[in-house]
């Protein structure tokens, strides 16, 4: 049965229901209750929490032990998450009937005696749709296992759409994806250009002519599924802390058309007191002018940093009608960029930054640049170790990052 069949018999009635699509039912109408996301969650549980939250709690430890740290015994998850034998037992029972967690045999190596049953993670119960929204030209979506990997990929030409026209092309390319799954969908991640708030209500998106387009609502209503929409850059942020092995406080800036970055404090998102946390790219950097920006500000960030303005000025300087040398030109831009960061990076004492970008224009000069500005503009008894580096995740960390965003909104698992 594909998901889509799934969708439909489950919308048909109660019967021959799976385990783990009535999960994905119980957790679209979780979503839509809830709006997904809370500020100050951590995307990875820890420790032990109050008895009044304790069960949830202690579920999504059970199934973030299993899912960094695969096969495991009741005794192994008990010592990992200090939780007792019995309220595991107990946990494990549940996981089980709803097809969350499977019995994957006995240890190998077990010595005489009764050997530990073996569990994991069920990692073959469902797949994830992950969609980014975030290209230029293109909307390109992807189906992926628990494991952030693509199976399969779609996409979409934008052609200029903007307003309930990109929406549609949004709904298209969902339709598509889901067709394309082979298991029960366990929920939708999109990542939106745009400041986009913890209900996935985009409340701006200029380019796509969105404002306070209820996106999220919109899916989920149309495709019966948990659907989480969240800001681009944010969502590359937590493929980069899942799948990057990324530190817990971190700014992963988003250099393409504009420029953005989202923020992880002690491992949880960082969305701001109107959801634009990240939304550098119209900040002005310096006092001595720049460029005309789109916002109509001179000297954003944007104006040295975006893409297509990094590929004109280098054009200009290529043809020779611009007095600057291409590497001018990339370490300015890699100076203001540190410049932007500085005070941030000082602010948070964050560990790391991590550009997401094209290589062949961010690595090199503009990266060594932006590094050696952060240096010297902050302390180095608090920030010198501070790192910055390229992203290993490619043009896939959107697609990827809005799985993270169904796993960690729906298991409590990153
Ligand atoms: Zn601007």
Request: aromatic content about 4%; glycine content about 14%.
């Amino acid at each position: 049965m594909t998901a889509t069949e799934g969708q439909r018999s489950a919308s048909a009635g109660l019967d021959n229901i799976q385990p783990a699509e009535s999960f994905a039912r119980g957790a679209a109408a979780f979503i839509g209750r809830t709006g997904g996301f809370s500020t100050g969650r951590a995307l990875r549980p820890s420790t032990k929490v109050l008895p009044e939250h304790a069960r949830g709690h202690n579920r999504s430890l059970v199934l973030q032990t299993l899912y960094r740290a695969g096969t495991q015994s009741r005794a192994d998850i008990a010592r990992q998450t200090g939780l007792t034998r019995v309220t595991i037992s107990d946990l494990v029972a549940e996981l089980m009937s709803e097809g969350l967690v499977v019995e994957t045999g006995q240890r190998e190596d077990a010595r005489p005696g009764k050997p530990a049953t073996m569990l994991d993670l069920n990692r073959e119960a469902f797949q994830i749709i992950g969609i980014d929204l975030s290209g230029y030209a293109t909307f390109r979506g992807a189906v992926l296992d628990l494991d952030g990997q693509i199976l399969e990929r779609a996409e979409l030409p934008l052609a200029g759409s903007t307003g309930s026209d990109a929406t549609a092309k949004v709904i298209a390319l969902t339709d598509e994806l889901v067709g394309l799954a082979s298991l029960p969908v366990l929920g939708v991640g999109v990542g939106s250009p745009g400041v986009v708030d913890l209900a996935g209500i985009v409340l701006s998106a200029p380019n796509l002519g969105w404002s306070g387009e209820p996106l999220q609502q919109i899916l989920s209503e149309r495709f019966g599924l948990a659907v989480l929409v969240a800001n681009d850059a944010n969502a590359a942020a937590l493929a980069e802390h899942s799948f990057g092995d990324a530190d817990s406080d971190m700014m992963l800036v988003k250099i393409g058309h504009g420029v953005g970055a989202g923020l992880l404090l002690d491992g949880t998102p960082l969305f701001g007191s109107r959801f634009a946390a990240g939304e550098i790219g119209h900040v002005v950097v310096g006092t001595d002018g720049g460029a005309e920006c789109v916002c109509g500000k001179h000297g954003c960030l944007e104006t040295w940093l975006a893409v297509p303005r990094l590929e004109s000025a280098l054009a200009a300087a290529a043809n020779g009608d611009s007095g600057a040398s291409a590497d001018l030109i990339l370490r300015e831009a890699g100076q203001r960029l540190g410049i932007a960061l500085a005070p941030v990076v000082g602010a948070l004492n964050l560990a790391e930054v991590v550009l997401s970008g094209p290589t062949h224009l961010l690595d090199g000069v503009l990266a060594t640049a932006t590094i050696e500005t952060l240096r010297a503009r902050t302390m180095a008894e608090f920030h010198g170790d501070l790192t910055l580096r390229m992203t290993t995740l490619g043009e896939d960390i959107v697609m990827r990052g809005a799985a993270v965003m169904v796993l960690s909104g729906l298991l409590g698992v990153s």
